[in-house]
């Protein structure tokens, strides 16, 4: 964990010089005077949001009271900004050294010098415009990211469903991120909206929390579970980052005195009105770094959490990682629900920005007679979206 902490301030500030540098290309002032105080003073700021409550001993995810979360927020807007500058103003930087370079050459030719200028100008104007965009864009982005959850609503038309399962309704939350900006009550809300939809069945899919100072009054937020057939949840890749058996303990009490079951490559038969619907739960595949071994990781957990299911049963699989949805898919799963990607929490026209990242990155997807969910996620560790809301998502079952 402490090496985690050093990470992310030696990234931060890493970050910081970068963006100082090409701010510096871009606007030649900033490194003179009062403007370059400011600037120093604001990247202090935004490793002081991080550095003090671990000085303070509050740990990487905890937060100083009153103070932690609007630093950690401005600290997040300000980071964003300097990477969109590094990314974005980079290239005007090349294109200014390459033309001055060329200046500097003998003409070969007839001089063109004002056209030259002229074309110049308006490149080093739309240069010096990166640092204002970059502002106003991740403050938007921030500003969504923190305006909380919608509902979305969704039919999922399945193949020979039986007529008992037709209207069947299924909560699903995933990736919500209890941390610095993600609260207990948030989770508590976005349980009290999958009950107020009237679900007969909520899942968690995984990635529930970062701070574990905050698990125990989670546990207690899921454990306001209403639906009759309760919740069944599964790992992400945070349970395991973040303390795994401390989670696995929180998940073992509560499922003793609330309706709250936790599914690790196993599955669990629900009874609805007369008709069976196997839920199966699989592990988060840790060998993310080298696809050979994740795809074998997964087909290992596909062998183990689809054991005893039967031709005549509805299946629904929860997983993390969407790239388990053909593994699930060849072994008849009707429905796939997931999370893991946050829909890439950038997207333009329902595009998301990063869709090459995943194979599933947000939304609907079909093999065959199989479908697949990806939710945008119900919260984050960065709060940072534009066009990919969080949510809870409520899928109606029906017959195709």
């Known amino acids: 964990m402490t090496g985690m902490m050093l990470g992310r301030l030696l990234f931060i500030a890493l970050l910081n010089l970068l963006g100082y540098a090409v701010v ?18 604001l990247v202090a700021l935004s490793l002081l949001a991080w550095g003090l409550p671990i000085a303070m001993g509050f740990g990487l ?31 005007f930087v090349l294109v200014r050294w390459w033309r001055l370079r060329r200046a500097a050459a003998p003409p070969a030719g007839p001089v063109t010098g004002l056209v030259d200028l002229e074309r110049r100008s308006v490149l080093m104007n739309m240069g010096r415009a990166v640092p204002f965009v970059a502002v ?7 500003a969504s990211g923190i305006s909380g959850f919608e509902v979305r609503e969704l039919e999922v038309r399945l193949k020979d469903l ?19 900006f993600i609260t207990t009550d948030d989770v508590r809300a976005a349980v009290e909206a ?10 968690m899919t995984g990635d529930l929390i970062d701070d574990l100072d905050q698990l125990d009054g989670t546990m207690e937020a899921l454990a306001a579970c209403r639906a009759p057939h309760g919740m069944l949840a599964i790992l992400g ?6 303390g795994l058996e401390p989670i696995l303990e929180g998940y073992e009490a509560l499922a003793k005195r609330a309706p709250v079951r936790l599914l690790v490559d196993e599955s669990h038969v629900i009874e609805h009105g007369g008709e069976r619907l196997r839920v199966v739960g699989v592990d988060y595949p840790m060998a993310r770094r080298n696809p050979l071994l994740r795809a074998q990781q997964m087909r290992r957990s596909a062998e183990a959490a689809f054991q005893g299911t039967s031709p005549g049963e509805v299946l629904l699989c929860l997983t993390h990682h969407p790239s388990f949805f053909p593994f699930a898919a060849e072994r008849g799963a009707h429905l796939t629900l997931a999370g893991h990607t946050h829909g ?6 329902g595009i998301p920005l990063f869709g090459f990242a995943f194979d599933f ?21 960065l709060p940072f979206r534009i066009g990919v809301p969080t949510e809870v998502t409520i899928l109606t079952l029906r017959r195709a």
């Open 344 to 349: 890439g929490q950038v997207a333009f026209f």
């Open 61 to 91: 995810q905890g937060q100083i009271p009153l103070v932690g979360v609007p630093l950690k927020l401005f600290s997040t807007v300000w980071a964003v900004a300097v990477l969109m500058v590094v990314l974005f103003g980079t290239p």
């Open 361 to 381: 990155m947000l939304g609907r997807y079909k093999q065959k007679d199989s479908h697949l969910y990806v939710s945008g996620g119900t919260g984050h560790w």
């Open 194 to 203: 999958m009950n107020a939809a009237g679900v007969h069945l909520q899942v």
């Open 24 to 41: 510096k290309r871009l606007w030649p002032a900033v490194a003179r005077g009062w403007r370059r105080w400011t600037f120093a003073g």
């Open 162 to 180: 039986p007529a008992a399962l037709d209207g069947f309704r299924i909560g699903q939350i995933t990736d919500i991120h209890v941390g610095p």
């Open 237 to 242: 890749n945070h349970e395991y980052w973040r």
């Open 136 to 142: 106003g864009t991740s403050s938007a982005g921030v």
